[in-house]
Every structure is written in structure tokens, then in C-alpha cells.
């Protein structure tokens, strides 16, 4: 197997992400012994010269409380409610539990939209770089006072591996009150747990729980899976561990899962697009643009859509579907979607003759799309 477990302990930075049901108690409050530990452990990578961003939820369940909640909130407005609240709660006690070991924090709240315009993502990659150039510990969330569902990156598994990717960092950690990836449900019986996992194939028989399980948080195994392979599709190598298992995850010891890395490093934009971004519309193709766009990997033209749905504007993400309705593709289209359906069939020779040479262009141009 490729366990390689030698390149965890020996990445000069790293994104450990904790998600809320590793820092709360049964009832659901922030719990201090937790966070005491998790600083600890970071602390001591730290200390030995080693670069930490911490990615942690916990600001709508420190927000509970103080409001009265007994559960997490359905509605967004009273979860937003909550984290304006906790958010503020829970960075205190970062910056309380670092400062014990002489380690200052600084707070970093991200929406999917930071990664999606590219000013805004190098913003956000300038700001984390300069905090740790200044030996501050970054400790990311995302902004649920503002983001809404349109904009989410819906669980901090997925921001956690776009922070890695961001950062250039050298290896993700994924803590969970699970201590690695097994086969099927451990809490229904007996099942294996899968210590390596070297490619999509070494998953097929795996079953892994949705979100939605844990009563203060909003990640289930099938994210945090998920958020390993965009890690390792990226060259980063990741690893799913329990959150009491952060020290040894950090050294490298045979703990939890490892995701060992299968590809290099994308554009952060083209990565965000596979991974973050949310769908305005989507653009039906006919066969042939489907094997331009997928296995030519060119730019779609006018000519090759036969449909189109959703309210979306120039810029907007869309998907690509196949005559079946199988997305294959998704693209930062370069019209809006009351325009397109006057384009379709049409070449863009044509368009151009007869609309203006500013019709002579692709709808999605090859370099802002990416194959699903």
C-alpha cells in the first residue's frame, strides 16, 4: 500500500480542520478541554518550526446557548442569528488556548464567493500568508452571518481542502469524533476500517454516512471523503483521523485514514469551479459538443446547444449536460441566459456577420471550464 505517512510529519505547513461535534459536549456547548487539546497539539507542531491553519466550525453551536437553543437551528436566518453570536465566543477561546503557549490566532472568515472571484481569493491567499509570515496562527471559518445557500461552501471539510489548495500547504488534516474511514457504519455492526486509500478505486465498496447525523454540525463521512480526494487531486496528501488523534496525525503515526495524493496542483479558480461553485443554469449539449468539449477538451460554441435552463448572468457558473441530462462539464459562461437560446445552432461565423463582431466568441471558453 502507499502509505506514505512520512510526508504528514514533514510538511512545513499544514490545514487541520475540526469540525463542532469534536469541540462540544453531549448537551452542545463548546467544550474548553477540547479545544485545550487541539491547541496543544498544534502548538507542538508549531513549535518545531511548522506552519498550522486551523479551519474550525463551532461558531453556530457556541451560539446556541446564549440564545437558547437546545438543537441547531433549520432556518438560515436563526443560524446566521447563531453565529453571529458564537463566532465571536469561539475565537476568544482559540485565542485564550494558544496564548498558553505563546501562540497568537487570527481570525479569517471566507465565503465560496472569496474563492470564486479571483481578486477575492488572492486577497484571501495574501492575507493568510502575510498572518503567517508574522508567526500568527490562522483559524478560518466560513461567514455563516452572510453566506447564503447560493454562495456556501456548504461544509468546512470542502473549505478546508480549497484553504490547502490556497495556501499551497503540504498535507490536510480531517478530524472527526471517527477515528478513519471504514467499509460501512461502525455504529451498526462490525466493519473494517480502510487505514490507505490510494484512488477512487480503492473506495467502490465503501458506504459512507451522509450529512446531517450529528446534531450540531453539518458534515457527514461522504464530505469528508470527499474533501480528501480534492485534496489529493490537487498533490496534497490528507488524512481523516479522530480528534483525539490529532498529535499523532500531526507526526505522522498509523492513525485514521490516509489519503495519499494522485494528482498535481490546478488553478485555484478551476478548482473551485469543480468542487465550490453552484450551478446558475445549465446549457444542453448535442453529441458533438459533448466530444468537443470532453474529449477535445475545446470551448463550447453556440452551435452545439440545444437547450438551455435557469436565470444566470455573464460570469455565473453553469452546468454541461449530455442529450441525456448527465452534467459532463461545468463553465463561467460568457453570455447571460436570455441571450443564449437566440445563439443556439448557430455558428459563430454567423453570429458574427449578422449580430456584431462581439457575437464571434466562444459561450465557455476552454480555460474556464473543467470535465465532472
Known sequence: MNDRRQDIAEASRTVVKVGSSSLTTPGGAIDDAS??????????????????LLVSSGAIAAGMAPL??????????TQQAAASVGQGLLIARYTAAFARHGIGTGQVLLT?????????????????????????LPVINENDTVATDEI??????????????????????????????Y???????????????????DLLAVKVGKAGQSTVGTGGMSTKVESALIATEAGIPAVLAAAKDVRKALEGQRVGTYFAPTG???????????????????????????????????????????????AFDTGDPVDLTDPSGKPVARGLVNYDATEIPGLMGR?????????????????????????L
Open 152 to 181: 456556501r461552501f456548504g461544509d468546512n471539510d470542502r473549505l478546508a481542502a480549497l484553504v490547502a489548495h490556497v495556501t499551497r500547504a503540504d498535507a490536510l488534516i480531517l478530524l472527526s469524533d471517527v477515528d478513519g474511514l
Open 112 to 136: 465560496a464567493d472569496d474563492l470564486m472571484r479571483r481578486g477575492h481569493y488572492r486577497n484571501a491567499q495574501r492575507t493568510l500568508d502575510r498572518l503567517l509570515d508574522l508567526t500568527m
Open 68 to 77: 437558547g437553543l437546545s438543537k441547531r437551528p433549520r432556518d438560515l436566518a
Open 183 to 201: 467499509e460501512a457504519d461502525p455504529r451498526k455492526g462490525e466493519a473494517r476500517k480502510i487505514t490507505t486509500i490510494t484512488g477512487q478505486n
Open 35 to 52: 479545544i485545550g487539546a487541539l491547541a496543544s497539539a498544534i502548538a507542538a507542531r508549531v513549535g518545531q518550526g511548522q506552519q498550522v
Open 347 to 371: 455558428s459563430t461565423r454567423w453570429l458574427s456577420s449578422r449580430l456584431g463582431h462581439e457575437y464571434e466568441r466562444e459561450v465557455i471558453h476552454r480555460d474556464d471550464l473543467v470535465i
Open 264 to 310: 498535481q496542483r490546478p488553478r485555484t479558480r478551476l478548482l473551485w469551479l469543480a468542487h465550490a461553485a453552484v450551478a446558475r443554469g445549465t446549457l444542453k449539449l448535442d453529441e458533438g459538443a459533448v466530444e468537443a468539449v470532453v474529449g477535445r477538451r475545446a470551448s463550447l460554441l453556440p452551435a452545439g446547444i440545444t437547450g438551455v435552463e435557469g
